[in-house]
Nanobody, 122 residues
């Protein structure tokens, strides 16, 4: 089972990036998929999550209105569209998968991707 995150990079404040997370090894259509991030010296924090159907999504208050999570189950891919980026969004972004009901705690997730670095310059 693998999750592979990509799409990170360097962007100026106010800019946009779209992260992708491809899944392989099993079908994740019944799974909740989420994005977390970890800045240097800080704990991993919840960013957004999508229930299996994609119709129910959750966001951290810090990204609500700026980030959009979506998934294409046919392509086994999860996305995170990030707009109006701020320097405080700088972090390594991870995608993860869980069958548990909880979605906002890293410990609830069973599988993790390797992370992709997002750097937002001021």
């Amino acid at each position: 089972v693998q999750l592979q995150a990509s799409g990170g990079g360097l962007v100026q404040a106010g800019g946009s990036l779209r992260l992708s997370c491809t899944t392989s090894g099993r079908t994740f259509t019944s799974w909740t998929l989420g994005w977390f991030r970890q800045a240097p010296g800080k704990e991993r924090e919840f960013v957004a999550a999508s229930r299996w159907s994609g119709g129910t999504t959750y966001y951290a208050d810090s990204v609500k209105g700026r980030f959009t999570i979506s998934r294409d189950n046919a392509k086994n891919t999860l996305y995170l569209q990030m707009n109006s980026l701020k320097p405080e969004d700088t972090a390594i972004y991870f995608c993860a998968a869980t069958l548990k009901f909880g979605y906002a705690i890293a410990g609830d997730y069973d599988y993790w991707g390797q992370g992709t670095l997002v750097t937002v310059s001021s």
